[in-house]
């Protein structure tokens, strides 16, 4: 059974000009996925999509073989508590300290006492390096250490499917591969499945074991890292090469 399985999806901002058409995807449980293309093409969009954050216009969203939008908004819910995502200006909450930004979803959604949940926002805390800041508010702390609490608020729920937008934005080349191996280090440790948006095609060739290119409103699934380099659309050739020339030269990239 796919862990993510999309049919036909249709979705647009009620305007002609832009539209995501006919879709059609799916994701293995425990797989690494890796979504890529020009800025303004969607990849946002699509990942809000999988994650049942926008209901589309036509076609169908399965989660664990579910049909997503045809069930009752409480099985829908607890469809949602298996998911996590680390958005990409992470979404931490100001006001709350380092600690508090992991213990707080636990609290609003499961029956864990107050023990229980501290111990285990500190053991995700740990994973990410961040015990020497538990006490910090997120604007005391890096950008780097801010994705890792993102990334250890995302995990401290313990989803079974976690959605990455675009992890490693505004970070430096070192940091990125860090963040990249703690993904890949705690996905390993949850078995997890998880789906990606980058544009740094180093990074995503470090995470995916499928890429996937939204380009022209359509997603074409690429494969490994060595199909994607020798992919035949010249779209994609130009995109994950980087090359100045060819048909998105006029792309907002």
């Known amino acids: 059974m796919s862990s993510i399985e999309l049919k036909q999806l249709e979705f647009n901002f009620g305007t002609k ?8 995807l799916s994701i293995a449980n425990q797989e690494s996925f890796v ?3 020009p800025s303004g093409g969607g990849k946002t969009v699509l990942l809000k ?8 216009l036509s076609g169908q969203l399965f989660i664990e073989g579910q049909d997503f939008h045809q069930l009752k908004l409480k099985q829908q819910q607890a469809l949602m508590f298996k998911m996590g995502m680390l958005f990409q200006k992470n979404a931490l909450f100001d006001s709350l300290t380092v ?15 107050a023990k229980e949940i501290k111990e285990k926002a500190l053991h995700f805390l740990e994973e990410v390096d961040l015990m020497h800041a538990l006490d910090n508010y997120p604007d005391e702390i890096s950008g780097g250490m801010q994705k890792r609490l993102g990334i250890a608020r995302a995990l401290a729920l313990e989803p079974k499917i976690i959605f990455f937008d675009d992890p490693t934005a505004g970070l430096d080349p070192i940091t990125s ?14 078995s997890a499945t998880t789906v990606t948006i980058t544009n740094d095609m180093n990074r995503a060739f470090q995470l995916a074991d499928r890429i996937a290119v939204l380009v ?4 074409i699934i690429t494969g490994d890292k060595e199909k994607t380099l020798n992919h035949s659309d010249p779209r994609v050739h130009q995109f994950v090469r980087g090359l100045m020339e060819g048909p998105l030269t006029g792309w907002d990239s």
């Open 17 to 24: 000009d832009w539209g995501l058409e006919n879709i059609n």
């Open 35 to 37: 979504m890529v293309g």
């Open 49 to 56: 999509l999988m994650a049942g954050l926008y209901h589309p």
């Open 99 to 113: 600690l508090e930004n992991v213990t707080f979803p636990m609290a609003e959604v499961t029956s864990l006492s």
């Open 177 to 190: 591969r860090k963040i990249v191996e703690l993904m890949l280090q705690l996905k390993k440790e949850t």
């Open 216 to 219: 022209d409103q359509e997603l």
